[in-house]
């Protein structure tokens, strides 16, 4: 079965950090470009960032530039989102998720998400 | 950045009703667009990608239409189980945006 397992989710002050992860199954995880996307208690879907089948190459929304970085382990399949500074306005569920092969960015599988709540 | 502007913002409609679902974006995306469902406490679901094709596993009463800016979700035949909150997403450039959900809510 093809599947998302985030974790790492939990309680952080502000200006804390936090590592939340990834793990795959079912799917060449290595062949696949992966997402993380956030959604704020009673909010809509914010797109995070993105990483290439690789890891040579990263995007960021504004919002996490210089504060989050997007890593993956090919061998462990797993995706990574490290996040320093964190700010109130971080609370979210964060979601992985999987960019299908082919032309645009969508997200065709996700995971369960993890809870990241940013409170003193 | 590419807005994406959803309307309405909820509705409410009977089993067997047809229900439409507009998304516009601020700029052309070509057909790099793409519609989701989300049930409460649940992880989003891909239904239909690059405007008109719809996921593997979709339902067919559910269709995607449109090109450039403007891009229809339909509903037809509307069912329990779909209500849902309902996302549109642009693919076309970074940063990746969503539209603002369309909650249908079953009469």
């Known amino acids: 079965e093809v599947q998302l397992v985030e974790s790492g989710g939990g309680l952080v002050q502000p200006g804390g950090s936090l590592r939340v992860s990834c793990a795959a199954s079912?799917?060449?995880?290595?062949?696949?470009?992966m997402h993380w996307v956030r959604q704020a208690p009673g909010k809509g879907l914010v797109w995070v960032s993105r990483?290439?089948?690789?890891?040579?190459?990263?995007t960021y929304a504004d919002s996490v530039k210089g504060r989050f970085t997007i890593s993956r382990d090919n061998a462990k399949n797993t995706l990574y989102l490290q996040m320093n500074s964190l700010r109130a306005e971080d609370t979210a569920v964060y979601y992985c998720a999987r960019r299908p092969q082919g032309l645009g960015d969508s997200f065709d599988i996700w995971g369960h998400g993890t809870m990241v709540t940013v409170s003193s | 950045d590419i807005q994406m502007t959803q309307s309405p913002s909820s509705l409410s409609a009977s089993v067997g009703d047809r229900v439409t679902i507009t998304c516009r974006a601020s700029?052309?995306?070509?057909?790099?667009l793409n519609w989701y469902q989300q049930k409460p406490g649940k992880a989003p679901k891909l239904l239909v990608y690059?405007?008109?094709t719809l996921q593997s596993g979709v339902p067919s009463r559910f269709s995607g239409s449109g090109s450039g800016t403007d891009f229809t979700l339909t509903i037809s035949n509307l069912q329990p189980e779909d209500s849902a909150t309902y996302y549109c997403?642009?693919?076309?450039?970074?940063?990746?945006?969503f539209g603002g959900g369309t909650k249908v809510e079953i009469k």
């Open positions: 079912g799917f060449t995880f290595s062949s696949y470009w």
């Open positions: 690059a405007a008109s």
């Open positions: 997403q642009q693919g076309y450039r970074t940063p990746l945006t």
């Open positions: 700029q052309s995306i070509s057909n790099y």
């Open positions: 990483i290439n089948s690789d890891g040579s190459s990263t």
